[in-house]
């Protein structure tokens, strides 16, 4: 521990279910009575726009009623506190990293507080719906759709990701199933370096033999002991 420098953290649905976000894949998951491939592609977007408008606007108006947790608290205590790199990667579309207080952040499959423009390609900050098809600020036209990332898109910020797990030293992933890819892959990418690994989860991912250090139980009491370490 005391030769780590560099930490990239890479958090998923696991993490934000304690502030009572539906994960994706558990029991009562959020894709439950909606097939994925039926909202999270494009295809599924140009052939039933209200449908997948509608579902992300429910989802954009959730985040008025759940607050951060104590894992999210100790990730944004180990960003204020940790002096050397650090770089949370987030598969999560909402803004509990944020509102907990992280800077050292990047959403690597967009935001919910985020709208892209499909006629001019800008990104513009999203509070409201998205369904009654507001004007574009860029450039007026109707053709605003949720800043995220579906499947077969590429994620945002590979590069900068990439370059930061080249970089680390201890690789850290919490809360994420290793059900999709590239995320599912980091742990073999730094493998490959010998960088330290660690998985905290409620249960073994998909990936978890993959990992030096597997810890199981809620990400809200084993994240904050995990930061109490670190910053030791
Ligand atoms: C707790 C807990 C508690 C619960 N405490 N833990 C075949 C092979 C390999 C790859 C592919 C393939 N076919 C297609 C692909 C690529 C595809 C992919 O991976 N598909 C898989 C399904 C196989 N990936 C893509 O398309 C990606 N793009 C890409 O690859 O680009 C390159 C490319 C471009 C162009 C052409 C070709 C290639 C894009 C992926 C986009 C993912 N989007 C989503 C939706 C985002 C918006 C939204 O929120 O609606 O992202 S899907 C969904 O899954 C969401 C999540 O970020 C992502 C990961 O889910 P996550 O976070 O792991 O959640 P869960 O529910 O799966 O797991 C939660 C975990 O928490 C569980 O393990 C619980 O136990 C645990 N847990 N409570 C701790 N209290």
Known sequence: MASIRN????????????????TFRGPGGLWEGHRVEDICTPEALARDR???????????????TVAPNPAHEALARLDREWDGELLIVTQNVDDLHERAGATRLLHMHGALHSALCEACGERTAWTEALSDGPPCPGCGRAWLRPDIVFFGEMPYEMERIYAALQRCDLFVSIGTSGAVYPAAGFVQEVRSNGIQTLEMNLEPSAGSTLFDESRLGPASILVP????EMLQ
Do not use: P
Request: no cysteine; hydrophobic share 55%; glycine share 8%.
């Open 7 to 22: 930490i990239v953290v890479l958090t998923g649905a696991g993490i934000s279910a304690e502030s009572g976000l539906a």
């Open 50 to 64: 209200a449908l997948v408008q509608n579902f992300y606007d429910l989802r954009r108006a959730a985040l008025r």
């Open 225 to 228: 002991a995990w930061v109490e």
